[in-house]
């Protein structure tokens, strides 16, 4: 993956040469490129790197100092401004899913012929988990890549991407199969839990990143939104957990 940074400090073609250096010899960096005019770096990498990390080698060389670009450019995970499009245009993807989601458990109730609010929440939970793991696997290496530019454990081990999605994929079919209820309801809670934290300190550092909610197939944005259907899970999975223990 590609990303663009902004670099302050350079006035020649000698400090070009000597961040471009430096830049290169970080671990992780497979090849970086760096230009005067305009002063950026555009930086090729295996995996994920900290800005604040590259930040700190390149000011041990020099009054240098390197910051992310209003748009980050990477394979996978290009973020073009969403400024000029309407909200509605750029959730329309996340609006459909959902809307399906809910037109199945509706039609699943009325079938049913009961309104079971436990039998709601736990079809959605499973919808919810198949379609959103189904659009991951579409792309499996660029969600894992995008997926590490923010969750707490995906940043250390990259192979946590690829793991996260079998975990969805798993989720869906307990909740479908209504396997091993406390289990899936306790497990939910602290994986959705987990996942929310990245997603949370993403959003208060207004970090202009992908959302990897809908994997790479589609281009959203990091925002509350993404901190809203991480929360519901979390709230839906530990509401069930208290109704089922208190059923015990």
Same mark, same amino acid.
């Given at each position: ?87 509605? &245009? ?6 459909? %899913?959902?809307?399906? *989601?809910? #037109?199945?458990?509706?039609? $699943?109730? !009325? ?43 995906? &940043? ?6 690829? %793991?996260?999605?079998? *975990?969805? #994929?798993?989720?869906?079919? $307990?909740? !479908? ?57 979390? #709230? ?5 957990? !208290? ?6």
């Amino acid at each position: 993956m590609v990303h663009t940074y902004k670099i302050t400090g350079m006035t020649c073609n000698s400090c070009v040469s000597k961040v471009q250096k430096t830049l290169s010899g970080i671990e992780g960096v497979e090849k970086a490129e760096v230009t005067l005019d305009p002063p950026q770096a555009e930086i090729t990498m295996h995996h994920h790197i900290e800005t604040k990390d590259m930040d700190s080698v390149l000011k041990k060389v020099g009054n240098y100092s390197i910051e992310e670009q209003a748009s980050a450019i990477h394979q996978g995970n290009v973020l073009e401004s969403t400024e000029e499009t309407s909200k509605l &245009k750029t959730y329309k993807p996340l609006i459909v %899913v959902f809307l399906y *989601i809910i #037109l199945g458990v509706a039609l $699943l109730q !009325i079938r049913s012929g009961e309104l079971d609010w436990m039998e709601i929440m736990n079809n959605f939970m499973g919808g919810f988990f198949l379609i959103f793991s189904f659009f991951k696997m579409l792309d499996l290496k660029n969600f894992a890549f995008t997926y590490s530019s923010y969750d707490i454990i995906a &940043k250390k081990w990259l192979g946590y991407g690829y %793991v996260y999605a079998f *975990i969805e #994929l798993s989720f869906g079919i $307990l909740y !479908i199969l209504k396997a091993y209820p406390m289990f899936t309801y306790a497990a939910t809670f602290v994986v959705m839990g987990i996942s929310s934290i990245g997603v949370i300190q993403s959003v208060m550092q207004k970090r202009k990143i992908q959302c990897a909610c809908l994997g790479a197939v589609f281009n959203l944005p990091m925002t509350t939104v993404t901190i809203i259907e991480d929360l519901l899970m979390v #709230l839906m999975s530990l509401t069930m957990l !208290i109704i089922m223990s208190s059923s015990l």
